[in-house]
């Protein structure tokens, strides 16, 4: 509960919170960031319970039997319910505990449809099945960015909410290949305070930080500008830093101010991974 109770500067379609979170948070990247296949066999778990159990039959079951479908249940609800009215909106990670129970809701749903042979029914379940093996394949091995389509897919996934749900670091080793195989000699980056060890690791003589976002006030009271820069310089930036952003105390108001809200209109001439972009001046 005090974890849950923590408050950061988030971003969740394109604005930002430093008091609490928003109440649409977990069930909106729930919807988007579940592969629609499983949607669509939740909906036929849905429809595949109410043919399988009639009034009649409900009120044979008894209390031992109903117990687990009940227990569940109140665990999703009650966790879900703690969830949306945390303040805690830094990924959808922090909901993952709940989806063991949703997976075995929709298979008993899904049961349902097998034991009574509902053709239809079962004919969605396999293209659904299908589906979900082709996102499985399709999207490898940016599992972790990964967006549906109904937000625009993974590569516009950055738009809808960042930090852990777009961008772990899980990008770096990528970076580091890249700039061997493009011949780069020296190419800032700004992936946030902290970072420098993975870069020095994965590409070590090839990078220094940059440090212009809010995220290096941490180091310093003085961040470097983009101006800095000069005309042909590369600058690589990951996408939490990018849609990064901070608050300032004005009277009694806090007030928000962007990192890199001039490059956020730039278009960047290379992409490494689905989480940094590159720029060049």
Same mark, same amino acid.
């Given at each position: 509960?005090?974890?849950?109770?923590?408050?950061? &500067?988030?971003?969740?379609?394109?604005?930002?919170?430093?008091y609490?979170g928003?109440?649409?948070?977990?069930?909106?990247?729930?919807?988007?960031?579940?592969p629609?296949?499983?949607?669509?066999?939740?909906?036929?778990a849905? &429809?595949?319970a @109410?043919i399988?159990?009639?009034?009649?039959?409900?009120?044979? @079951?008894?209390w031992e039997?109903a117990?687990?479908?009940?227990t569940?249940?109140?665990v999703?609800?009650?966790y879900? =319910?703690?969830?949306?009215?945390?303040? =805690?909106?830094?990924?959808?990670?922090?909901?993952?505990?709940?989806?063991?129970?949703?997976m075995? @809701?929709?298979?008993?749903g899904?049961?349902?449809?097998?034991?009574?042979?509902?053709?239809?029914?079962?004919?969605?379940?396999?293209?659904a099945?299908?589906? *979900?093996?082709w996102?499985?394949?399709?999207e490898f091995?940016?599992?972790?960015s990964?967006?549906?389509?109904?937000s /625009?897919?993974?590569?516009?996934?950055?738009?809808?909410?960042?930090s852990s749900?777009?961008s772990?670091d899980q990008?770096?080793?990528?970076?580091?290949?890249w700039?061997?195989?493009n011949?780069?000699?020296?190419?800032? &980056?700004?992936? /946030?305070?902290?970072?420098d060890?993975?870069?020095?690791?994965?590409?070590?003589?090839?990078?220094?930080?940059?440090?212009?976002?809010?995220?290096?006030?941490?180091?310093?009271?003085?961040l470097?500008?983009?101006?800095?820069?000069?005309?042909?310089?590369?600058?690589? &930036?990951?996408?939490?830093?990018?849609?990064? /952003?901070? *608050?300032?105390?004005?009277?009694?108001?806090?007030?928000?101010?962007?990192?890199?809200?001039?490059?956020?209109?730039m278009?960047?001439i290379?992409r490494v991974g689905?989480?940094?972009? @590159?720029?060049?001046?």
């Open positions: 509960m005090r974890r849950v109770a923590s408050y950061q &500067v988030q971003y969740f379609l394109g604005e930002y919170s430093v609490g928003w109440r649409t948070y977990f069930p909106i990247l729930y919807l988007l960031k579940t629609i296949a499983f949607h669509v066999v939740s909906v036929v849905f &429809v595949g @109410i399988d159990f009639s009034w009649v039959k409900v009120k044979a @079951i008894s039997n117990l687990p479908y009940i569940m249940a109140v999703v609800g009650s879900m =319910l703690v969830a949306i009215y945390s303040p =805690l909106n830094i990924g959808v990670r922090h909901i993952i505990p709940l989806l063991p129970y949703v075995i @809701i929709v298979a008993i899904c049961s349902g449809v097998i034991r009574k042979h509902n053709l239809p029914l079962m004919v969605v379940l396999i293209v099945g299908v589906s *979900y093996l996102v499985g394949l399709s091995p940016h599992y972790l990964y967006f549906n389509q109904i /625009g897919g993974t590569r516009k996934g950055y738009e809808i909410s960042v749900d777009y772990w990008d770096y080793k990528r970076f580091g290949e700039v061997r195989e011949g780069v000699e020296k190419i800032p &980056v700004d992936c /946030g305070y902290g970072r060890a993975a870069f020095n690791y994965y590409a070590k003589d090839f990078t220094e930080p940059f440090r212009g976002s809010s995220s290096w006030l941490q180091e310093s009271s003085k470097q500008d983009i101006s800095e820069l000069s005309k042909g310089d590369l600058l690589g &930036v990951c996408v939490p830093i990018l849609y990064g /952003g901070y *608050y300032v105390m004005e009277g009694q108001e806090f007030h928000v101010r962007y990192d890199y809200q001039t490059l956020r209109n278009q960047p290379d689905t989480s940094i972009f @590159i720029y060049r001046f």
